[in-house]
């Protein structure tokens, strides 16, 4: 068996630069890279149900939109295999049988869902207010993660920093199953960014992360006039109020998204943005602007209309497929009922291998022998 991937995005908004850099642009990577026998891109809708139950047309509605960034950022149909969560009843079954090889315990113990918990307000405790609780579906949707991976057998899970904790669950479970009912799951293995700075993009406010619900996000989508506001009102050095005063690097939001997406011809082909009229500069890379600030003298301004240039060169070219993509949604619907009839077949032989360690697939041609010998002691 060859190399397998699975991955995917919670469908609660168009995805944003940290999804692209998180994970995305290393999809895209992966894909064209030949290594793999197999990709599986996943729409989790019904994850992203878990805490959006009251309001499924969101959801809903969002399908489309990332759909459309996977499209836009260079998922090819053709070598990846892009399908809707919910549509899959087998990842539901596989779920439930997970949900008895993992501790109440061991779930609060889980340092993603502690942090996204906390980042939805729900409160930890016994309530007798259901509002004030946390949802099961929620509180258990590492397991149907497992069920997620494991139904696919992926080899490989390319994701974030933060959704390391999350594959580790994953490989218990894997690991207590085997152990219990036979070799029948692949452990995976995950892959994390190669650019350190791409781990956990930041929000433009300097918040730890990037996210939807904080308004701190910067989208694929985003007209390039956007970007360009979105850089101005972003958060960089505290300290650094005169142009001349040293500046600090470390910690500075404009800093790690030249970390993660600069390139060394940018600086021929965007340097005028370091030409002014009391000052200018020529660099050759990004440790000789690091360095000049530091030292003073080079102002935010500077700064961040280099960063503009950068992020729009990089979304330019996926915001024209996108517009082209629009124009075309029927398209779109195709590429994702075909996806996920394909990704069915293949987790619902996950499941007959599941059931059939577990010794409940009752009516598989040759059972009703076994059965009868086993209950006459034979």
Same mark, same amino acid.
């Given at each position: 068996m060859g190399k397998v991937i699975l991955t995917g995005d919670r469908p609660t908004g168009r995805l944003h630069i940290g999804h692209y850099v998180g994970s995305l642009r290393r999809r895209v990577e992966l894909q064209d890279s030949g290594q793999f026998e197999k990709i599986f891109?996943?729409?989790? @809708?019904a994850q992203a149900l878990t805490d959006n139950a009251d309001n499924p047309a969101k959801v809903r509605q969002n399908i489309f939109e990332v759909a459309l960034d996977y499209l836009s950022a260079g998922l090819d149909p053709e070598k990846s295999n892009i399908f809707i969560q919910s549509q899959i009843s087998e990842l539901t079954e596989l779920t439930f049988f997970y949900n008895n090889l993992v501790t109440v315990q061991r779930l609060r113990r889980n340092p993603t869902v502690k942090q996204e918990m906390s980042l939805r307000g729900f409160n930890d405790e016994d309530e007798a207010d259901n509002k004030a609780g946390i949802p099961v579906g929620f509180f258990c949707y590492p397991i149907s993660q497992a069920a997620d991976i494991t139904a696919f057998k992926a080899t490989t899970v390319p994701v974030g920093e933060d959704q390391a904790p999350m594959l580790e669950q994953t490989r218990e479970i894997v690991h207590k199953f085997n152990s219990t009912y036979g070799p029948v799951l692949v452990m995976p293995e995950i892959l994390l960014p190669d650019n350190s700075a791409c781990l956990r993009l930041p929000g433009t406010d300097g918040k730890a992360k990037m996210s939807k619900s904080l308004g701190n996000c910067i989208y694929l989508s985003d007209s390039a006039e956007t970007v360009a506001e979105k850089v101005r009102g972003m958060y960089t050095d505290p300290l650094h109020l005169q142009v001349s @005063?040293? $500046?600090?690097?470390? $910690?500075? %939001?404009?800093? %790690?998204?030249? @970390?993660a997406f600069c390139r060394p011809g940018d600086f021929e082909r965007f340097g005028d943005c370091f030409k002014g009229r009391k000052a200018s500069f020529e660099f050759h890379s990004l440790d000789e602007v690091k360095r000049q600030y530091e030292a003073g003298g080079l102002g935010d301004v500077m700064i961040k209309n280099f960063l503009t240039a950068v992020l729009n060169d990089t979304l330019e070219p996926i915001r024209v497929r996108r517009a082209e993509l629009e124009k075309d949604l029927p398209y779109v619907y195709e590429v994702l009922r075909k996806g996920t009839e394909a990704a069915r077949e293949v987790a619902a032989q996950t499941l007959a291998e599941v059931k059939a360690a577990m010794k409940i697939n009752y009516f598989d041609p040759g059972m009703l022998d076994v059965m009868i010998r086993e209950r006459n002691g034979q």
């Open positions: 891109i996943m729409i989790a @809708d @005063d040293p $500046g600090h690097v470390e $910690g500075n %939001t404009v800093f %790690t998204y030249l @970390d």
